[in-house]
């Protein structure tokens, strides 16, 4: 059973860093696509920010140069960078898994909270 877990969340003042992980568990993690979504208090849950099987990384506008999304497959872990955080970065993060053949992102870690003061 595909198990996520992330941590790394925490409260940063605007400008600073924060690094989250997610440990994966209960399949083949090379072969997975893995995201980090993220939703704003009161706002719906949106991409922000993915790395395919093969590497191939995409990034919301609103992240690109600031956020670096990685993976390290001898840990099952994927990693999420953020520099120069804004208060509109505030939100719960999410680690998202996609199997081979499935059509959308189909497991989801429990979240972790992001709050950057301003």
């Known amino acids: 059973q595909q198990q996520l877990v992330e941590s790394g969340g925490g409260l940063v003042q605007a400008g600073g860093s924060l690094r989250l992980s997610c440990l994966a568990s209960?399949?083949?993690?090379?072969?997975?696509?893995m995201a980090w979504y993220r939703q704003p208090p009161g706002k719906q849950r949106e991409l922000a920010a993915s790395i395919s099987r093969d590497l191939i990384t995409y990034y919301a506008d609103s992240v690109k140069g600031r956020f670096t999304i990685s993976r390290d497959n001898a840990k099952n872990t994927v990693y999420l960078q953020m520099n120069d955080l804004k208060p509109e970065d505030t939100a719960v993060y999410y680690c998202?898994?996609?199997?081979?053949?499935?059509?959308?992102?189909?497991?989801w870690g429990q979240g972790t909270q992001v709050t950057v003061s301003s």
């Open positions: 998202a898994c996609q199997h081979p053949g499935d059509y959308e992102y189909e497991y």
């Open positions: 209960g399949s083949i993690f090379s072969i997975n696509n």
